[in-house]
């Protein structure tokens, strides 16, 4: 595989912007290898620099389940460029993406648009802060919620990637104020609870975490932090950034059957665009600025070309057996990864929910940050270089989820399956 163009674009990125990326993971640090440079993406590939095509299952992160360039998508984006980029002003597109935000929500009575993941999460701790008029959040270990600094508290994806739980620069009585809990643990939880009775203004989570590779809740979890939340008068947030529109169109609440106070959205709702949003029950949304006082602003907040693209791509997946047909794909993508693990008597462990997966290198099963970390990095590292050299393209992080794509087709699966067989024979 030729990528001296890539090389040498990030040898050049290196000396402009730290590390030559632009978000930590992109780095490929922990593959052991450069990063390559994307030049265009079509469907379920990506094309880098120096001409190489790679199927792929990072998907910008989650936001592609169309696949790259939806004519649809494309079109809608373009119309709204040539009406005008931005105008820090209404639009009716922000009113049609909030209706079907809520539409697919029911527990969504109002949302607000913002640019992006860690927004939408720091504004509804804001918010549930400003409702209860408590101090203290409690989050999972391993889950991450974008980079404000109360949620870089042993969160996961790149912070876990790099060693680095607990970022410098946060200070201490920002972090004093946020309690860290193991994922899965509703007894742990409680525990908490008790200890700080009345602190506490919200219990945030990623229903699906997929920042720690790819953990569902167990059985009676997602239950508990409901039951939980009533009895202590805590705010619930359920951080659907990468799994709302994803598992199911209603997210993972609609999959799980057990809804938050306040729900947080971004990724498959912009189309690809810049975009965030956070909405939930109008008795909290109703005490944000202007109408109360919990502040919250953006400059591009409802940005009509993330809305039009968000709206065209939720009317794609309105449409009938959409998400059947990923979950066919990813299940026959599962079935084929895990024969071939067998066939090399590799201990590996594949982990999915929808079109969300990742595969670990242990035994497993994975269940909690401490389970994920067990993971044989090393090993990952050479299956991502080995399946990158067959033109496969996985997150370069043992520790974030893959996204299957509408756009996949039948030869992408068994291509995926051939290169996964000769990489475990590599190993």
């Given amino acids: 595989m030729n990528d001296s163009r890539s090389s040498a674009l990030f040898a050049k990125a290196k000396t402009l ?11 490929f640090k922990s593959v ?8 265009r993406a079509a469907g379920s590939k990506i094309y880098d620099v120096d001409g190489n095509a790679y199927i792929d299952y990072v998907g910008s992160w ?31 597109k922000e009113i049609i993406l909030a209706e079907m935000v809520c539409a697919a929500y029911p527990n969504i009575e109002m949302v607000r648009m913002v640019s992006s993941g860690t927004e939408a999460t720091m504004s509804a701790i804001r918010l549930a802060r400003g409702y209860t008029g408590r101090d203290k959040i409690l989050k999972f ?11 870089l508290v042993k969160a996961g994806s790149g912070a876990a990637t790099f060693g680095v ?14 309690l860290t ?72 609440q609609e999959r799980f059957k057990v809804y938050g106070d306040l729900v947080c959205l971004g990724k498959i709702i912009g189309g690809g665009l810049p975009v965030g949003a956070f909405g939930g029950k109008r008795a909290i949304m109703e005490k944000l600025s202007p109408l109360g006082g919990v502040y919250q602003a953006g400059t591009l907040s409802g940005n009509p070309l993330a809305m039009a693209a968000g709206i065209a791509t939720l009317q794609l997946l309105q449409e009938e057996g959409f998400y059947a047909r990923i979950e066919e794909k990813s299940a026959y993508l599962e ?45 990952f590292g050479k299956f991502f270089r080995h399946l990158l050299e067959q033109g496969i393209n996985l997150a370069p992080s043992q520790f974030e989820a893959g996204f299957m794509s509408i756009a996949h087709t039948q030869d992408d699966l068994d291509r995926t399956i051939d290169a996964a067989r000769k990489a475990f024979k590599g190993l």
């Fill in 17 to 27: 912007i730290p590390g030559g990326v632009n978000s930590p993971v992109r780095a």
């Fill in 32 to 39: 052991g290898r450069d990063p390559l440079f994307i030049a």
């Fill in 62 to 92: 989650g936001p592609m389940i169309l696949g790259h360039c939806h004519p649809r998508v494309v079109e809608a984006i373009q119309q709204a460029a040539r009406d005008g980029a931005s105008y820090g002003a209404p639009t009716e």
């Fill in 141 to 151: 270990d391993g889950c991450y919620h974008g980079h404000a600094d109360s949620l």
């Fill in 165 to 178: 739980p607990t970022s410098p620069g946060v200070p201490a009585d920002f972090a004093k104020h946020t």
């Fill in 181 to 252: 809990a193991t994922y899965n643990d509703l007894a742990e939880v409680k525990e908490m609870v008790a200890a700080n009775r009345g602190e506490l203004a919200c219990i945030i989570l990623e229903p699906v975490a997929g920042n720690m590779g790819c953990v569902a809740p167990k059985a009676g979890f997602l239950e508990g932090l409901r039951a939980l939340c009533d009895a202590e008068g805590i705010v619930l947030i359920v951080d659907e950034v990468m799994t709302g529109f994803r598992v199911a169109y209603g997210g993972a």
């Fill in 335 to 379: 079935k084929g990864l895990l024969e071939a693990a067998q066939e090399c008597a590799l201990p590996t462990c594949w982990q999915r929910v929808g079109g969300m997966f990742c595969t670990y290198f242990q035994t497993g099963p994975v269940e909690n940050f401490a389970d994920a970390a067990k993971s044989d990095t090393a090993a």
